[in-house]
């Protein structure tokens, strides 16, 4: 090209150049200022607008709003909140934490299986199924569980673990869990118990093929059967419900063994509703179907004897017990609990052993024949009893020090039972009755004030219990505070105008006035609201001896040992009437009787 410069004459060059300039005019100073010119007209028309705008921009979108939304993306529910129509139920990935194998198609299986149900079930139209393999890990326990649950409102999350896979997933061990919204629980409820969760290690082996071919129960129900009446349940169909649940007992066509297993599974639930006539029903039924369900024959004592049938629960033990089982020692344990009751004391102690023997790791058996010899006034026996059930890990050993309390006590030996109650509130220190144990100890030593202090702890942890209240009353009697024991009485009659205790204290106080005719209109009040009140006959047994009335004080009296014949006070008090009455005859007749019998050497 044609070189651009100038002469000293301002014509154009013309020398040929291969850019802009040839080698004569490349350094003319002109040039430069043109060359700077340019650039910085550049520079100022398109370089600087650029900079300037991304220095001064200012986006529209706040970064906490940008958060905000990151927030909601992460924790967007799987299901819809307070969702009262459809069962969402959530399925999560079955981990093989050892091989660490794909059981993706477990998780698949159950799905499908609970999708085809849906569609060929009208009852399950408002099942919701989804099945989350990765963006949720599997939950490693209950509270994980939960946390899942309430976070993406599942009524019900399905998990588990797998061992021993297959290649390509033929087939597994497979421990299934789950986990239950409290909603599904709570309208179950009082009708039916269902499990709220499974978490334990019970494998099965199974195929994804037998899930999805529904061959998978739960609980001795089938799979579709456990979602259905759950989806009932939500729809608050109970009764639905209760006849899925019950499919398998009331199926004929059924195992009977299997049938009987159900039956029992029912019998628990009617017991631990406090429904002891069903429970018996349902017990008998699984008896029906295996005669060999021992375990059936032990829980169905335990309901006649919540029941007082205590001649019918002592036959279905003696069926225990001569077809040992594994529970054999809650047999022998149950029969000695009736007979303590029966009051058979040393039969009682006799089964209290045989548990012993066959399970010598549970501190209630140590403790409940401490119970017995305390009955039986042997206190130091008790006392060993009692101190071996606190070597065992699983002992309540505040009810054992205040058991050990008594033993003390029975001996007359007050400051070592405070020793024993101090043990018994510091490590159940809300226990109101272990207060007013303590305080009645006390007032043996004379320490009413602190006695009164117990009391007053007493009332505050259980305002509504009655005896810190009479016992009140029995302290202000033996301070000789009458008229604040008449108090105490009145305030405990006003309380409780349907209990007895109120009117016995009055009865009392108004025995130490020497007000004898209203005593025995307080004890006679007393007897009926509680005619199998012992001590009630036994107070009004002393206000008519000293109002002259033997007759009717031996015939009260003579009521209060038929009910509780080991009263050893009872006893003295039917002496004293025979010997005031002259009927030495009685009298003598009644006192050999005591020497001979396990009474002997409790009168001096």
């Known amino acids: 090209m044609r070189c651009i410069g100038r002469t000293k004459k301002l014509a154009r060059c ?64 799987i299901f819809q909140e307070d ?62 569980a939960l946390e899942i649950q309430e976070r993406h409102n599942a009524d019900l999350i399905i998990y588990g673990l797998a061992k021993n896979v297959k290649v390509d997933c033929e087939g597994a061990d497979v421990c299934f869990r789950y986990k239950l919204t409290n909603t599904i629980i709570d309208k179950a409820k009082p009708a039916i118990d269902i ?123 003696e069926i225990c017990i001569r077809n040992p089982y594994p529970g054999l020692q809650l047999s022998y344990y149950l029969k000695g609990l009736i007979y303590h009751e029966e009051r058979s004391f040393k039969k009682a102690i006799v089964f209290f052993d045989m548990a012993i023997n066959e399970d010598s790791t549970i501190a209630r058996f140590y403790q409940s024949k401490g119970e017995s010899l305390l009955r039986l006034n042997l206190p130091i026996r008790a006392s060993g009893e ?25 001996q007359n030996l007050f400051y070592d039972a405070l020793k024993y109650h101090n043990l018994a509130i510091s490590k159940n220190p809300k226990n109101s009755e272990y207060y007013v144990l303590r305080g ?27 005896d810190a209240y009479r016992f009140c009353a029995s302290i202000y009697i033996e301070k000789g505070e009458y008229l604040n024991a008449k108090k105490e009485s009145d305030k405990l009659i006003r309380m ?10 009055k009865g ?22 509680n005619p199998d009140f012992s001590d009630v006959y036994y107070q009004r047994s002393k206000a008519l001896l000293l109002n002259g009335d033997y007759e009717s004080a031996l015939k009260d009296c003579e009521k209060a040992l038929s009910l509780n014949p080991d009263k050893v006070v009872y006893v003295i008090q039917k002496l004293t009437i025979l010997f005031r009455m002259g009927n030495f005859k009685e009298f003598n007749k009644m006192f050999k009787d005591l020497s001979k019998s396990e009474k002997d050497g409790i009168l001096s």
């Not at 499908?112 to 199924?129: F, P, Y």
């Not at 499919?247 to 009987?260: C, L, P, Q, V």
């Not at 101190?387 to 002992?395: F, H, N, Q, R, W």
């Not at 009645?440 to 305002?463: C, F, G």
Request: net charge positive; glycine share 2%.
């Open 83 to 144: 969702d009262k129509e459809n069962f969402n139920v959530l399925i999560l990935r079955f981990e093989d934490y050892i091989a660490d194998k794909n059981t993706y198609c477990i998780g698949r299986s159950i799905k499908e299986n609970l999708v085809v149900s849906k569609a060929n079930d009208s009852s399950l139209v408002n099942l919701r199924v989804r099945y989350i393999s990765d963006s949720i890990p599997p939950p490693r326990n209950n509270l994980e």
């Open 496 to 505: 409780y105008p349907n209990f007895a205790t109120g009117y016995m204290s």
């Open 386 to 410: 009692f101190k071996k059930a606190l070597t065992i890990s699983d002992v309540d050993s505040a009810e054992a020090y205040n058991q050990l309390a008594e033993t003390k006590r029975q």
């Open 195 to 317: 499990k709220p969760e499974k978490f334990d290690l019970d494998y099965i082996s199974t195929t994804p093929s037998k899930i999805e071919l529904g061959e998978f129960s739960i609980d001795y129900i089938s799979l579709n059967q456990w979602i259905t009446s759950l989806s009932n349940l939500k729809r608050g169909n109970k009764k639905q419900a209760f006849f899925e649940l019950d499919k398998i007992a009331m199926d004929s066509s059924r195992n009977k063994d299997e049938r009987s297993k159900r039956f029992f599974e029912i019998g628990n639930t009617y017991y631990r509703m406090n429904e002891n006539k069903k429970a018996i029903f349902a017990y008998e039924k699984a008896i029906e179907l295996n005669p060999k369900n021992i375990e059936a024959f032990h829980n169905r004592a335990v309901s006649y004897w919540m029941e007082n049938k205590l001649k019918r629960a002592k036959r279905d033990l």
């Open 440 to 466: 009645l100890t006390k007032t043996k030593t004379r320490n009413y004030n602190s006695a009164l202090k117990d009391l007053d702890k007493a009332i505050e942890i259980n305002p509504n219990g009655t």
């Open 508 to 529: 009392r106080v108004y025995i130490l006035l020497n007000n004898l005719e209203e005593a025995i209109k307080s004890f006679t009040q007393a007897i009926k609201i």
């Open 14 to 77: 013309k020398n040929q150049c291969k850019v802009l300039y040839c080698h004569v005019h490349r350094f003319q100073w002109w040039q430069v200022i043109v060359i700077i010119g340019v650039i910085a007209g550049l520079y100022q028309d398109f370089i600087k607008p650029i900079f300037v705008n991304i220095r001064d921009f200012k986006p529209d979108i706040n970064v906490n709003d940008i958060h905000t939304n990151l927030d909601e993306i992460v924790f967007n529910p």
